[in-house]
C-alpha cells in the first residue's frame, strides 16, 4: 500500500515535469511554424512592396499635327519615303505645345521625355491609316523610362531620377494638366520582352511557358502514368523491376541541371533540334518531372482497396479490365495530384533551359512549338540582372505573376483531391 | 476503354510531335555570347526588329568563351549566326571553328567597355596606383621587408598598403572567375599592377600569371555572383566597400556611386575610348558569313549596328552605357559591314 502510495506520489511529482514538457514541445512546433510563416510574410511584402508599381504605366497623351512637311512624308504608301520620314518630329513639337515655357532651343531635352519607340507607333498608324496625313489626332504615347521612373519613385532613395532639375518641372506641370497620366500597365501583360523597361512585357514568358508545360503534360503524364501502372499491376517483382524502382526513385533526387545537359547532348545535338523552342524545353521537363509522376501514381495505385481489384476479378474481369475500370478511376485524383506538383516544379525551373538555349532574349511574342521562347522564370532571371533600375520592379512583378500561377496550381491539386479523393 | 484511347492518341500526337521535328530553316537570326555585350546587342537586336520587316533576332548570353564554342560547332541552322565577346578571338578557337568548316568569318570591333571600382558617393574615394591595388587584392605579395620574397598578403587595411590610402579594411566585392569581367579586371589591373613586381619580373610567363592573377581569398576580396545589381545594392548600404563592374552599371546609378581613381584616371567615355584609363577593353562581335543570305536579315542587322544612329556619338548604344569607337573607326565598321572581309588567323597571334 505504501508502495503504491509512493508511486502514485512519484507520478505526480513528475506530472507537472511531464506538461512543462509537452508545453514546450509544442512552443517549439509553433516557433517553427512562426519563422517558416515570417519568411514567408518577408518574401511576400519584399516583392509585392517592390513589384507593385511594375502595374502602372506613364503614358503621355497629346494632339499630334501629323504634317507631311516637317516629317519629309507626302505619301504614306511609299515604302521608300516611309522609312526616311521623320516621325519623331511631330511628337517633340506636339509636347512642345504642352509645356508653357519649352521652345525650338528644348527639342533635345523635350524629345528625353517621349519613348523612344513612339516614333514607330506613329509610323505603324499611319501605315495603317494613310489618310491621316495633314490631321491632327489626340494620341497616347508610353512615355520614356525615365519620366516613368520620376512620377512613380520621385522619393524612393532606391532610385536614381535621370532627368534634370527642369525636365522635373516640365514633368510636374504636364501631370498637373493631365498630360501626363498612370494608369493599369496593359504593356507589361499584352508584349514580349524589351530592353526598355517601360515596353517590356511579360506575355511572351507566359506563352513560352504553356507551350512548355503543354509539351510536358502532354507527354509526361501518359508516360508516367503507363510506367506505374505497368510497375505497380502487370510486372513481375524481380530484380529487374527492383533495380529499375531503385533507379527512378534516383532519378527523382537528379539535380535538374542533369537533365538539362542531357536534353543539350540528346534533343539538340544528336536530333539536331532547334536551340530555344519549347519543344525541347519540354522534353527536356518531361524528363524531370517523370519520375514524380511515375512515383505519386504507383503510390495512388498501390492506396486502391485490394477488395475492390478481388471483387472486380471475381465476376469475370480481365486484369486490363480491372486496371482501366476500377483501379485507374479510383487512383485519378492521386495520380492527378502528383502530376500537377510536378507540373509546378517544372514550371519553376531555369537550370536546365539554360542548356538547351531558353534563357535569351526574345521579343517576339512565340506563336509556335517551334518558335524561340523563355519562360516566366528565365525572365525573372533575366531582369534581376539588368542594369536598368526600372527592371527591378519588373522582375518583382514577374515573380508575383509566377506565384500567382503556382498557387492556383497548387491549389487545383488540394481541390482535385477534396473532391474525388474516395476514403474507405 | 476511352480513357485507354485518349491517352494513347495523346501520347502518340505528343512523341510524333516532338520526334518529327525537322532541322527547320530559321528565319530568326541567332545571336549568342558574351554577357557584356548583351545589354548593347538586345537594344540593337530590338530597334532591327521594330524598324525592319525581319523578325526580332534572339539573343543568348553565354559568355565569350561559350558563345565563340557554340559559333565553332559548325555551319547550318542549329548553329548560331553571330556571337558576341568582350576578348578577341583565341588562335584556338579559330583552329576549332575551321576544323568545323566556319572558314569565313568576318571580325566587328564595337567599342570599349571599362571596368570600374566603385563606392557609395558618400564614402571616401579612392585614388590608387594598379600596382597598390595588385598589393591590396593579390594573394601573394612581396615582403614589405624584402622585395624579392613573396608572402601570403598581410595588409587589412588599406592604409597599410600606402599611407595615401583611407584608413579603411580592405573590402572589395566583385564577378566570380566565371565572369568575362573578373578575367579582364585580372588581366589588365591585378597584372597591369603586379608584372613589374622586382619578386615576379623573372618568372617565367606561367609563373608570373599564377601570382598575378591570384586574387586574396582571405575574405577582403567578396565574390558576389554575376549579379552587379547586388554589388552596386551593397555598396549604397555600406559605405567602408568598394565593388568591381562594368561600366555601364556605374553610369545608371551615377548619382548614388562614385569610381576610384587609377593611376590617377577617372573612367569617363572619353578616358575610356581613349584608351588612357587602364582598365578597358574592346567588344566584338564575329558573323558567320555561310550563314548571310540563308538566315535573313544578317547583313541588316549589321548594317543597323554599325550605323550612326546606333555607335554615332549620339547614337541610342551610347546611352545604354557604351563607349562608341571614334568616328573613323565607325567609318572603318561601315567599311567592313559592306566587304564583309574575312578574319585571318595570324591577326589573332
Known amino acids: 500500500m505504501t508502495d ?39 518574401l511576400f511584402t519584399d516583392i509585392i512592396g517592390k513589384g507593385h508599381t511594375a502595374f502602372i504605366k506613364t503614358t503621355i497623351t497629346m494632339d499630334v499635327a501629323i504634317d507631311g512637311e516637317m516629317m519629309y512624308l507626302d505619301d504614306p504608301t511609299d515604302e521608300r519615303q ?24 528644348d527639342k533635345a531635352a523635350v524629345r528625353d521625355l517621349i519613348n523612344p519607340y513612339a516614333s514607330n507607333q506613329l509610323r505603324d498608324a499611319l501605315k495603317e491609316n494613310p489618310d491621316l496625313l495633314g490631321t491632327t489626332q489626340t494620341m497616347t504615347f508610353l512615355s520614356h523610362t525615365n519620366v516613368d521612373v520620376y512620377v512613380k519613385h520621385a522619393n524612393d532613395p532606391n532610385y536614381s ?83 529499375i524502382e531503385v533507379n527512378i526513385n ?3 533526387a537528379v539535380p535538374s541541371i542533369i537533365f538539362g545537359l542531357l536534353g543539350l547532348a540528346v534533343f539538340i545535338n544528336l536530333f539536331g533540334m532547334p536551340r530555344s523552342v519549347p519543344v525541347v524545353g519540354g522534353l527536356v521537363l518531361t524528363l524531370m518531372t517523370l519520375p514524380t509522376i511515375i512515383i505519386s501514381s504507383r503510390a495512388a495505385i498501390k492506396s486502391v482497396p485490394p477488395s475492390i481489384r478481388e471483387a472486380a476479378e471475381g465476376i469475370g474481369a480481365s486484369k486490363m479490365q480491372v486496371v482501366l475500370h476500377h483501379v485507374l478511376p479510383l487512383a485519378m485524383p492521386g495520380m492527378l495530384t502528383g502530376s500537377i506538383i510536378g507540373m509546378a516544379q517544372a514550371l519553376g525551373e531555369t537550370a ?49 505573376v509566377l506565384l500567382t500561377f503556382l498557387i492556383s496550381m497548387n491549389a487545383l491539386a488540394i481541390v482535385l483531391r477534396k473532391r474525388l479523393e474516395r476514403r474507405w | 476503354m476511352k480513357l485507354s484511347k485518349v ?26 555570347g558574351s554577357s557584356t555585350v548583351y545589354p548593347f546587342a538586345t537594344v540593337v537586336a530590338e530597334r532591327f526588329g521594330a524598324n525592319t520587316d525581319f523578325p526580332t533576332p534572339k539573343l543568348e548570353s553565354t559568355g565569350s568563351g561559350g558563345g565563340l564554342k557554340l559559333f565553332c560547332q559548325g555551319i547550318g541552322t542549329q548553329h548560331p549566326d553571330i556571337t558576341n565577346a568582350s576578348r578577341r578571338m583565341k588562335p584556338s578557337e579559330f583552329d576549332l571553328c575551321s576544323s568545323n568548316g566556319v572558314t569565313d568569318i568576318t571580325e566587328f570591333r564595337i567599342g570599349s567597355d571599362g571596368i570600374v571600382i566603385a563606392s557609395s558617393s558618400k564614402a571616401e574615394n579612392l585614388d590608387i596606383s594598379l600596382e597598390q591595388l595588385f598589393l591590396a587584392l593579390g594573394k601573394q605579395v612581396p615582403n614589405p621587408d624584402n622585395e624579392n620574397e613573396l608572402i601570403a598578403n598581410p595588409y587589412e587595411n588599406w592604409s597599410d598598403v600606402d599611407s595615401s590610402l583611407p584608413n579603411k579594411p580592405i573590402r572589395v566585392m566583385g564577378p566570380p572567375p566565371t565572369s568575362g569581367t573578373r578575367d579582364a579586371f585580372v588581366e589588365l589591373a591585378m597584372q597591369g599592377g603586379c608584372e613589374d613586381l622586382p619578386a615576379v619580373a623573372d618568372m617565367s610567363e606561367d609563373d608570373m600569371e599564377g601570382v598575378c592573377h591570384s586574387i586574396r581569398e582571405d575574405g577582403a576580396f567578396i565574390e558576389a555572383g554575376e549579379n552587379d545589381n547586388l554589388i552596386v545594392q551593397k555598396l549604397i548600404d555600406d559605405t567602408d566597400l568598394f565593388g568591381v563592374f562594368g561600366y555601364s552599371f556605374l553610369e545608371e546609378n551615377a548619382d548614388r556611386l562614385q569610381a576610384a581613381r587609377l593611376e590617377g ?82 591577326v589573332l597571334m
Open chain 1, 4 to 42: 503504491q502510495n509512493s508511486q502514485a506520489e512519484l507520478v505526480r511529482q513528475s506530472l507537472k515535469r511531464r506538461y512543462r514538457k509537452e508545453r514546450r514541445f509544442r512552443a517549439y512546433g509553433i516557433a517553427a511554424i512562426a519563422v517558416a510563416l515570417a519568411a514567408l510574410v518577408i
Open chain 1, 82 to 105: 516611309m522609312k526616311m520620314a521623320d516621325f519623331v518630329e511631330p511628337l517633340i513639337q506636339a509636347l512642345i505645345r504642352e509645356i508653357p515655357g519649352a521652345d525650338q532651343n
Open chain 1, 161 to 243: 531620377i535621370k532627368l534634370t532639375e527642369e525636365e522635373r518641372a516640365w514633368v510636374d506641370t504636364l501631370v498637373e494638366k493631365g498630360v501626363v497620366e498612370t494608369s493599369f500597365n496593359d504593356v507589361f501583360f499584352s508584349r514580349g520582352d524589351s530592353r526598355d523597361p517601360s515596353r517590356a512585357g511579360i506575355l511572351g514568358a507566359i506563352v513560352g511557358s504553356l507551350l512548355t508545360m503543354v509539351v510536358t503534360l502532354a507527354l509526361s503524364f501518359p508516360i508516367g502514368v503507363a510506367a506505374a501502372i505497368y510497375l505497380e499491376e502487370f510486372a513481375p517483382q524481380n530484380r529487374l523491376t527492383d533495380f
Open chain 1, 250 to 252: 534516383n532519378l527523382a
Open chain 1, 352 to 400: 536546365p533551359l539554360l542548356l538547351i538555349g531558353m534563357v535569351a532574349f526574345i521579343v517576339d511574342v512565340p506563336g509556335g512549338f517551334f518558335d524561340s521562347a523563355t519562360v516566366l522564370p528565365v525572365q525573372v532571371f533575366l531582369w534581376a540582372g539588368s542594369p536598368e533600375l526600372a527592371f527591378i520592379e519588373r522582375a518583382s512583378a514577374a515573380i508575383m
Open chain 2, 7 to 32: 491517352l494513347t492518341s495523346v501520347a502518340l500526337a505528343g512523341s510524333v510531335a516532338a520526334l518529327s521535328a525537322p532541322a527547320m530553316a530559321r528565319d530568326t537570326i541567332s545571336i549568342v
Open chain 2, 265 to 346: 584616371m577617372v573612367p569617363t567615355v572619353e578616358n575610356i575610348a581613349a584608351d588612357e584609363y587602364p582598365v578597358a577593353r574592346s567588344l566584338f562581335f564575329y558573323v558567320k558569313k555561310a550563314h548571310v543570305g540563308v538566315v535573313p536579315g544578317i547583313n541588316e542587322y549589321i548594317e543597323e549596328f554599325t550605323s550612326a544612329g546606333a555607335m554615332g556619338p549620339n547614337g541610342y548604344l551610347k546611352s545604354v552605357g557604351l563607349i562608341v569607337p571614334p568616328r573613323e573607326a565607325l567609318m572603318d565598321l561601315q567599311d567592313k559591314a559592306a566587304e564583309m572581309p574575312n578574319l585571318k588567323k595570324d
